[in-house]
């Protein structure tokens, strides 16, 4: 088991911080964070930003606005010390610490209104102004009253069509609102999305030119100006992390079709001593490494390119043939199946390492967090997919919905390999995550 260590006293760090967040998913938030950071950093400062729940797509944007790392928080998936560690850590290093939420302020459990005011971080609301002229007050005074506990730094207008617009919109504010801004309607500034959300930042030919864009508005609002300073307290315990995994070499799939994975189950990995190297299931013929990693991506985008790799193909047949780990997550898993058809119907052949085959479709198939017990621990993460898999082989277990507890995604075991739709976060259980890359841990 691991082991916990009381911390020496720390004193808490003073940094200012912002949660940004709206009334739903859809208003602008990841165009606004990725403005903010942007134009904060081209003053010279150090913008850490942080995204709430699971999310792979927009951290990549805001990375590349902010020149860091995006870091998931989250109260349920991450856990309270964590985030706690996390944002301590990042206010010893920023100037500014900014944190997008996910879909509207007061939705799901936790909230990111709970998450804001378990750290005491002031809240920006976003609200997507077409169409609207002074209701946009009467929405702002609930999102700044419906908890009196947050502290509630004011509403920012977006997507306003002309200053006369804006006069409209300002003017149905009730007075005890703090009103922030308004953001023009500038389809140069927009981020171009596809079934699963953000487009890849990679796939973005003039994404720097979109985030000046995006950043050149923000002069014109109070979002200029540094936020209010908020104290951030340390974690009281720090997890020791044996080294479970020392002498593993693993391999990781990393390009354009495998690209959902979180650094931090990667720092964790190595934190457990394991060797860590890069592949593409795209352009590499050959593997060798004591275990595989295949996280979720776009395989349904490359399709041709993945088949036509038969190279690849064999060497992972080899590496599972000699009893040697492999773990698959949601699009890691569908390039396994023996083939592979995409929304237009178009289908492919692919690593045929798990019987059975995958199907995009037009519609979300499983959405929501989960989590997964196993002999070593409960490991938490999500699900998210437009694919549906059919598989003769039997279900090694089921993870639970964190909703109401019922029964999720399946968890497959197949020889030494283990797959599932799930995305799992692996500092929410170590050791279990350690055993997903050796022979006969229990999972």
Known sequence: MFESRLDPIQSPRQCPALFLTACSSGQGKTTLVAALAR???????????????????????????????????????VGEADCRRKLYAAAAEADLILIEGAMGLFDGTPSGADLAETF?????????????????????????????????????????????????????????????????????????????????AEEIADLEQRLDAAADLIGDTALADLPAPVAFSPALEQTLLPPLLAGQHIAVARDAAFSFIYADNLRLLQAMGAELSFFSPLVDTDISADAVYLPGGYPELHL???????????????????????????????????????????????????PGQGRMQQRLAGLGMQSLATPK????????????????????????????????????????LRASYLHLYFPSAPEAAAALFLIDHGL
């Open 304 to 354: 041709q390119t993945l088949a036509a790799n038969t190279g690849i193909q064999r060497a992972l047949r080899a590496h599972v043939a000699a009893h040697r780990p492999l773990y698959a997550e949601c699009g890691g898993m569908l390039y396994l199946l023996e083939c592979l058809t995409d929304k237009s119907g178009v289908e492919a052949k692919m690593a045929a390492l798990l």
């Open 120 to 200: 005491a971080i002031p809240v920006a609301a976003l609200i997507d102004a077409r169409g609207m002229g002074q209701t946009f007050g009467a929405l702002a005074l609930g999102l700044a009253t419906y908890r009196p506990a947050l502290r509630f730094a004011g509403v920012i207008a977006n997507q306003v069509a002309s200053a006369r617009h804006a006069e409209m919109i300002q003017s149905g504010i009730a007075d005890s609102v703090p009103y922030l801004g308004a953001i023009p309607r500038l389809a140069g500034a927009a981020l171009p999305s596809r079934h699963l959300g953000l487009v890849q």
């Open 377 to 416: 621990g409960r490991l938490r993460g999500h699900s998210f997919h437009h694919s549906t898999m059919e598989t003769p082989l039997s279900p090694h277990a089921y993870a639970h919905r964190q909703r109401d507890g019922q029964s999720g995604e399946v968890f497959y075991r197949h020889g030494s």
């Open 39 to 77: 134009y904060h950093r081209r003053l010279g400062r150090r913008v850490r930003v942080f995204k709430t729940g699971p999310d792979f797509l927009d951290p990549m944007i805001l990375s590349r606005a902010s020149g860091a790392e995006v870091a998931p928080l989250d109260l349920w998936m």
